[in-house]
Every structure is written in C-alpha cells, then in structure tokens.
C-alpha cells in the first residue's frame, strides 16, 4: 500500500468522523429532551441552525482552500471541532446548545469536512478522480455505520456529557495528526518528457538514385544476382522499377558476389 492509498483511506476515515458528528445527533437529541425537558422543536432547532451554518460556511471554505491551502484547514478544523464537542458537553441551556452545537460546531464541520476533501482529492488523484471522489465519499456512510452506535453506546454507559467529549477526542485526536502528516496541499508534479531531438538538414539527408540492372529468381524470391554497379547500392535503399509490385528495400549486399538480400519478393 503507497502513500497515494494512505491519503485516500484518511480522507474517508475523516468525513466519516466529521460527518458522525451530523448524524449522531438524534441520540444527542434523545438524551437532551430526557434530561432539561425542553421541546422537540427546540433541540430541533438547534439541529437546523447546524445544517444552515454548515451550508453557509462552506463558500467561505471553498475561499479558504484557494487562499491557504484545504491542508491548514483541515488541521485548523479537527482542532476546533474537539475544542466545540468538549464545550457541548458543559450545555445547560437552550442558548448555549445553540451557540455550541448550532454555530461553533458547524463550523468546525465545514472547515474540515467536504469542500477540503474535494479539493485534496481533486489536486492528488487527477488520474482516477471519479473513483477516488467515490472511494472517500463512502467514509461519509461509514459515519452513519459507526458513530451513531458508538455515540448512542457511550451515552449509556458515561452519559451525553462524557460521550460528547470523548468523541471530541477521537475526531481531534485523529484528524489533526493525519493531516499534519499525511496530507498533502500540493499537486504531484507531473513528469516532463525531455524534448525530442530535432532533425536539421544537412548532406546526410541527401537522397541519390543508382541505376542497375540484375537477375531475379522467382525461385530464390528475396535475392538479386549479378547485380550492376552493387557497391554504389546502399543498404536500406527503396528498390523500384519494372516488375517490382511493392514497397522494398535492400536488407544486406554482398559486393564480392554481386548480390543484393530483398525485404520481400518482388511480386
């Protein structure tokens, strides 16, 4: 496995735990509305202001990735979504959820999630961008597959405030180091041919034309004898005249005995 399948699995592993954080938010949802008791309509909210600013942002991140690079960002982003996780763990009121959650985490969702994905990509794997677009999609539905259980799990077992915090942890602790170290801002450069060499004319390009005559077998198809003036043929001459049928060319001669070696048959 090179350094090209590496990138491509952390950036999918990447949207996968960026985008747990999405969808694992109705389990959040759950544990909120047992918990302080507030309206459907207001953790909902919360959730709407998310999927709005999320939205928003991402024209900015696109900005961002042109001016700095999609790398910084990513790095930035993983940061600054474990900073908001652990915060939402301390939420006691409506306001600060959506402050938290809503905008801040949001944020940090964007600066690390699909604008940067598709612009590292796009920048590395120009070869076989299609595939490699489908292969790091897929992390998003790997999001689905495993952070809602996981989320849902260290709810019941630590509590939301705990399980909110510890999954920070996991997206930061992930995300940060991969992106320092594996990924890549720059475009692989690509390989330059050296230049082809230039044909300049000279006396070697100089075509002359010999006359002769000789004697051919049908018998010995690929052999003229008692050739005419042999030594002034060159090897690789074009041989033409009455009786020759295609295109032929002179393989070898022999000037002691007067014969020429054909490409082919005459006819």
Not at 8 to 13: D, E, Q
Not at 76 to 99: D, I, K
Not at 215 to 239: D, F, I, P, R
Request: overall charge neutral; charged content about 10%; some cysteine.
């Amino acid at each position: 496995m090179n350094r090209r399948h590496l990138t491509l699995g952390a950036i999918a592993l990447t949207l996968g735990l960026t985008y747990g954080v999405w969808y694992s938010y109705s389990v959040f949802l759950v544990a909120l509305l047992n918990e302080f008791g507030w309206s459907r309509s207001v953790l909902a909210g919360a959730f709407s202001l998310f999927t709005l600013v999320h939205g928003v942002a991402n024209p900015v991140v696109g900005v961002l990735c042109d001016r700095i690079g999609p790398r910084r960002l990513v790095i930035f982003g993983g940061a600054a979504l474990g900073l908001a996780l652990y915060a939402n763990g301390f939420v006691e009121s409506p306001g600060r959820l959506y402050l938290g959650f809503g905008l801040v985490t949001a944020l940090a969702v964007a600066c690390c999630g699909w604008v940067p994905a598709v612009v590292l990509v796009q920048r590395q794997f120009m070869d076989k961008l299609g595939f490699s677009l489908g292969i790091v999609s897929s992390g998003i539905g790997l999001g689905m597959l495993l952070a809602v259980p996981l989320c849902q799990l260290l709810i019941e077992l630590l509590g939301w405030r705990a399980a909110w915090q510890i999954y920070g942890a996991i997206c930061a602790g992930w995300i940060v180091p991969v992106a320092w170290f594996l990924l890549r801002d720059e475009a692989p450069r690509p390989v330059v041919a050296p230049p082809a060499p230039e044909a300049n004319a000279g006396a070697a390009w100089n075509t002359t034309a010999v006359t002769s005559t000789a004697t051919y077998s049908s018998g010995n198809s690929l052999e003229l004898t008692n050739v005419a003036s042999v030594a002034s043929v060159e090897v690789g001459s074009l041989v033409t005249g009455a009786g020759v049928g295609r295109e032929i060319y002179v393989m070898d001669k022999d000037d002691a005995l007067g014969t020429i070696t054909l490409s082919q048959p005459l006819h």
